[in-house]
């Protein structure tokens, strides 16, 4: 098929190979296919990877917030502070535990929160910060953790664990990010807690899943917050189904009424394999970035930055803005992509425009520069399923849609 000849474009379809097809049927064979050997192993390898000590694997990576919220004793009472430019999960874990959502808006022509304004929204009730490393680009924690030091003082710990820390704490929502760097360090050595996501969407999936690792907290076994995950994820068991195998362990306890959100090893063997191929993933990742911005840029598009001598993102997202065009103009792009089978997205949508978010008080016209990089912003196809002709096509039609 030729560049000119019609093509289909998918937006972002899972790149599976006959090596993770063949894992998953491993899987099934082994009579393990709920939580098992592999998930951890997989937990193993992701811990590896990031180079923490641990890694817990959950079926999403909402999961994974959530539960590191009620792990740390955040409820009611509790304020936590999200961007207004994000995914709903950022924010409504905070709701799930009771805690009080507090929104700020992002800086201008930016898709990072305004971390000038981080500072001024701390108050004495704050117990968290959910940062967003949107499109896979890690946030600044160098600013977060500024303005979080520059607050200390109104911090008041509420149990032993918050004590440690005696500031308020900061949980990456790095469902986008597995992988990305910032100043030579990988992503989920920054945060206290950082939550991936692996969905069918990302760039590393398990079809639905998630993980979360930490950093050392001193005066606390990494084992011992592992084990609060394990319970907190299975009902509140003390055995998880591989413990209670070894002979004559059938008895465990329920500790206190929990959730049920663990990984199986149907999901885990996926990502095994995945996890095999994911430097070259990434690698092709940053390929088609760079053919994208070399096209695009002088065209006047705005793209995000996804690599300099600080950074380098995961490359899970393609997001462009047109400038000077109008929210209506926008979609019309969005559909005559779509007529030429070009499937393109909008990332995001922010959170006070959203019914669930104006029952709660929120109003977009408080966040002005959230409404005006949603405006005009498409995102275009970013996958390594995509070969260079449907690269080609993609550029070619999008030239073609923003000159008419």
């Not at 390898?45 to 919220?69: Q, R």
């Not at 950093?215 to 592992?226: F, L, Q, W």
Request: glycine residues 6%; aromatic residues 10%.
């Amino acid at each position: 098929m030729s560049v000119n000849e019609p093509r289909n474009i998918p937006f972002s379809p899972p790149d599976i190979t006959d090596a993770e097809i063949a894992e998953v049927i491993q899987a099934m064979k082994s009579g393990w296919i709920t939580t098992g050997p592999r998930t951890k192993l997989f937990e193993q390898k992701i811990a590896e990877y990031v180079g923490v000590k641990k890694a817990v694997c959950l079926n999403s990576a909402t999961a994974a917030m959530e539960l590191t919220l009620r792990i740390l004793g955040i409820g009611a009472g509790d304020e936590v502070i999200t961007t207004a430019y994000t995914y709903t999960a950022s924010a409504s874990v905070i709701d799930h535990v009771g805690a009080k959502i507090v929104l700020v808006d992002v800086a201008w022509d930016s898709f990072e929160m305004d971390y000038s304004k981080l500072a001024d929204a701390i108050t004495e009730r704050t117990k968290a910060i959910i940062s967003v490393d949107i499109a896979g680009k890690v946030c600044d924690y160098d600013a977060i953790y500024e303005a979080v030091e520059s607050r200390r003082e109104l911090f008041k710990a509420s149990n032993e664990l918050q004590g440690l820390f005696d500031r308020v704490i900061v949980i990456a929502d790095a469902a986008h990010a597995f992988g990305a760097e910032r100043k030579g360090v990988k992503c989920g050595l920054v945060a206290d807690f950082t939550c991936f996501s692996f969905h069918a969407v990302k760039n590393l999936t398990t079809a639905e899943g998630g993980a979360v690792v930490w950093r050392n907290i001193e005066g606390i076994n990494n084992k011992d917050i592992y084990h609060e995950y394990q319970l907190l994820s299975l009902h509140g068991q003390s055995k998880d189904a591989l413990a209670k195998t070894k002979l004559g362990a059938w008895e465990y306890d329920i500790v206190y009424t929990a959730y049920k959100c663990n990984m199986t090893d149907i999901m885990a063997a996926i990502g095994l394999k995945q996890m095999e191929r994911y430097d070259d993933m990434l690698k092709r990742r940053q390929e088609i970035i760079a053919k994208y911005d070399f096209l695009l840029r002088p065209l006047g598009v705005k793209t995000l930055n996804h690599a300099d001598e600080n950074h380098t993102s995961s490359g899970h997202l393609y997001l462009t803005r047109i400038p000077g065009i109008t929210l209506e103009k926008r979609n019309e792009i969005i559909f005559r992509m779509a007529e030429k089978n070009i499937a393109t997205n909008v990332h995001y949508k922010p959170l006070p425009m959203h019914t669930a978010y104006k029952n709660l008080g929120f109003d977009i016209k408080d966040y002005p520069n959230a409404y005006a990089q949603y405006a005009n912003e498409i995102t275009l196809p970013l996958h390594t399923c995509l070969i260079d002709e449907d690269l080609e096509y993609v550029l070619e039609k999008y030239s073609e849609v923003l000159i008419l």
